[in-house]
């Protein structure tokens, strides 16, 4: 992991516990603190994509609505998919395991609530290991991560549900570099349902 992504690791849970702190020193009168769950499916895009297939992912977060139209998350989520390398034997080939830390800033219509639409991006980092017997050209990698979220909100009472696009940025994604020639390019795409509980 390069200086550069020590920075933005720091800066992305820097965001997070500042966007915490904010929220919780306004008045808990204007909004409420969501606690979720979610699962789906996501996989890699461009180069990336091209190696590996659609696979399941995972997740869960603390959501702060601080003004019914600003929200911070914080949250954890991860991901399986499986190497379709023609390089390996479908028996042999490894599969991508990451699991990630991200920040996000959530924007909504404040005249909405119940149904909430909402954009938003922020910052996360992810550790993707390589799990199989043969890795080839594949290795362990720590990479950061730009997400960019949309998606809509279903709150009532105490209970709330959702569904949301996420893509990532990958700042630094060297896990697939001597897979490719030159360095592999690409992004994630996912789609979770959410339920939880709102406090």
Same mark, same amino acid.
């Given at each position: 992991?390069?200086?550069?992504?020590?920075?933005?690791?720091?800066?992305?849970?820097?965001?997070?516990?500042?966007? &915490?702190?904010?929220?919780?020193?306004?008045? @808990?009168?204007?909004?409420? +603190?969501?606690? =979720? #769950? /979610?699962? %789906?499916? *996501?996989?890699?895009?461009?180069?990336?994509?091209?190696?590996?297939?659609?696979?399941?992912?995972?997740?869960?977060?603390?959501?702060?609505?601080?003004?019914?139209?600003?929200?911070?998350?914080?949250?954890?989520?991860?991901?399986?998919?499986?190497?379709?390398?023609?390089?390996?034997?479908?028996?042999?080939?490894?599969?991508?395991?990451?699991?990630?830390? &991200?920040?996000?800033?959530?924007?909504?219509? @404040?005249?909405?609530?119940? +149904?909430?639409? =909402? #954009? /938003?991006? %922020?910052? *996360?980092?992810?550790?993707?290991?390589?799990?199989?017997?043969?890795?080839?050209?594949?290795?362990?990698?720590?990479?950061?991560?730009?997400?960019?979220?949309?998606?809509?909100?279903?709150?009532?009472?105490?209970?709330?549900?959702?569904?949301?696009?996420?893509?990532?940025?990958?700042?630094?994604?060297?896990?697939?570099?001597?897979?490719?020639?030159?360095?592999?390019?690409?992004?994630?795409?996912?789609?979770?349902?959410?339920?939880?509980?709102?406090?």
């Amino acid at each position: 992991m390069t200086s550069r992504g020590i920075r933005i690791t720091a800066l992305a849970l820097g965001l997070g516990l500042a966007g &915490t702190a904010m929220a919780r020193e306004r008045d @808990p009168k204007q909004g409420d +603190v969501n606690v =979720f #769950v /979610g699962g %789906g499916i *996501g996989g890699y895009t461009g180069d990336l994509g091209g190696l590996s297939a659609t696979g399941p992912t995972w997740g869960v977060t603390l959501n702060l609505q601080p003004y019914k139209m600003l929200g911070f998350e914080v949250g954890y989520d991860g991901s399986k998919n499986d190497v379709t390398d023609d390089r390996f034997r479908a028996a042999e080939a490894p599969s991508l395991m990451r699991h990630g830390a &991200t920040s996000l800033v959530k924007l909504s219509p @404040p005249f909405m609530e119940r +149904v909430r639409p =909402f #954009v /938003g991006a %922020g910052l *996360g980092v992810s550790y993707v290991y390589v799990r199989g017997a043969g890795n080839g050209p594949y290795s362990s990698d720590l990479m950061e991560e730009l997400p960019l979220a949309a998606g809509v909100e279903f709150n009532s009472g105490a209970l709330t549900a959702g569904i949301r696009g996420t893509y990532r940025v990958l700042v630094d994604d060297n896990f697939a570099d001597a897979a490719v020639p030159g360095d592999a390019s690409g992004g994630i795409l996912g789609t979770n349902l959410t339920v939880g509980g709102r406090f």
